[in-house]
């Protein structure tokens, strides 16, 4: 995710950087499909990683000097390195403190995995006037992620997409059923964190879409500890999304809750946008393994909310799919909004797969 502006409410959330079944009573039943692969397309499939035995020196690193755009030797670099059709996003849109305070990176080992590792002994929010949000009242400080598509108000510095999938893309135009598979593993002493995709939309096809009324951002929390979790006044309801983990399928009936906060009526949001939620329950979130999320039912989940809730016309032939980013947020121990607790967090990201045409119980990476 990225960069709420101050005043949303929502505590612990920030950013831009960041359905559904039975929805207040509405149910939608969505099918589940797709397959995944290495950075490089396989059939109807794309990795988003190298593979293993690929010779490469990735990294992204923060430094309170450089808190978007990674650490460079002359300074702060435009965009993340890119892997093939993925670029790595740190995102680190809401981390205040001094360069002693500690450090976050990104890095890609010789296996083709992503290894993310937070070590702040001191995790204050980003409050100087240059911040994204200088008052974004959430304890979200980061997002280090990989990312596909278009990243928000930076379409000059995004990877080359995928033939595959090509983004922006008509939600209506997914070719087939869009999943998104992963393999990862995650460490949290001392932090609070989740663990989601991020996925942004716009209200036309623009190749350089950037925040505004009308934008909309759905995140699918696949992770998460307690002191993350949105304010029950957000929740409107549940979400049947079908899923696999390790290779065991389940429907997902009213296995999400949903969460909607900056959402209005009739396809307005708040002026930097609004926010989805769809957050596997506790007793389900995914610590380690492989999971797969049919990405393409909480699409169909989230458009029948926002017609039937909220008065929005036509989601799946006026929306467009620019982003899809999976990574981890993560904040301060005690998930305070405005507190500098220690932030100690990693996690091994072994693969990050979409497809098309394939069914969860089968989609690999």
């Known amino acids: 995710m990225r960069v709420r502006p101050s005043g949303d409410g929502v505590t612990g959330r920030r950013r831009p950087g960041r359905a559904v079944a039975a929805l207040l009573g509405i149910v939608v039943v969505a099918a589940a499909l797709v397959a995944c692969g290495s950075s490089d397309e396989v ?27 990674p650490h460079a030797p002359t300074g702060c670099a435009a965009a993340g ?5 993925a670029q790595l996003a740190g995102n680190e849109w809401n981390l205040g403190g001094s360069p002693d305070a500690g450090s976050v990176a990104m890095s890609v080992n010789s296996r083709g995995g992503l290894e993310v590792r937070g070590d702040l002994a001191s995790a204050p929010p980003c ?39 090509s983004l922006p893309t008509k939600v209506a135009s997914i070719p087939s059923s869009l999943t998104g598979t992963t393999t990862y593993a995650t460490r949290s002493s001392e932090v609070t964190y989740d663990v989601a995709y991020d996925l942004w939309l716009s209200a036309s096809g623009t190749k350089a879409p950037c925040q505004t009324d ?3 951002e759905v995140m699918v929390w696949t992770d998460h500890d307690a002191r993350s979790l949105l304010p029950d006044s957000l929740k409107v309801g549940a979400a049947s999304v079908p899923f696999a983990v390790d290779g065991d399928v389940h429907s997902g009936t009213g296995a999400w809750s949903v969460y909607v906060n900056n959402v209005y009526g009739s396809g307005h949001t708040a002026p930097w946008g609004g926010t989805v939620w ?37 989601f799946a032939t006026t929306y467009w799919l620019d982003t899809i980013a999976f990574g981890m947020e993560f904040g301060p121990d005690d998930a305070d909004p405005h507190g500098a607790g220690p932030a100690d967090f990693a996690m091994h990201l072994r693969s990050f797969c979409l497809g098309v045409g394939t069914r969860v119980s089968s989609a690999r990476c």
Request: hydrophobic fraction near 35%; charged fraction near 15%; include cysteine.
């Open 214 to 216: 009308g934008t909309l």
């Open 278 to 314: 769809i957050v596997l329950d506790a007793a389900r979130t995914v610590k380690h393994g492989a999971i797969t999320v049919d990405l393409s039912s909480a699409l169909a989940g989230v458009g029948s909310l926002l017609e039937n809730k909220y008065g929005w016309s036509n």
């Open 81 to 85: 390195p890119e892997l093939g059709s």
């Open 127 to 165: 409050t100087e006037p240059s911040c994204i949000s200088p008052q974004a009242n959430t304890w979200v400080r980061g997002y280090p992620s990989v990312l596909y598509g278009i990243d928000q108000c930076n379409a000059e510095t995004s990877p080359p997409p995928a033939a595959v999938l």
């Open 43 to 69: 059939g109807n499939r794309v990795s988003l990683l190298p593979r293993a035995g690929t010779t490469t020196t990735t990294a992204w690193n923060w430094t309170s000097a450089c808190r978007v755009g």
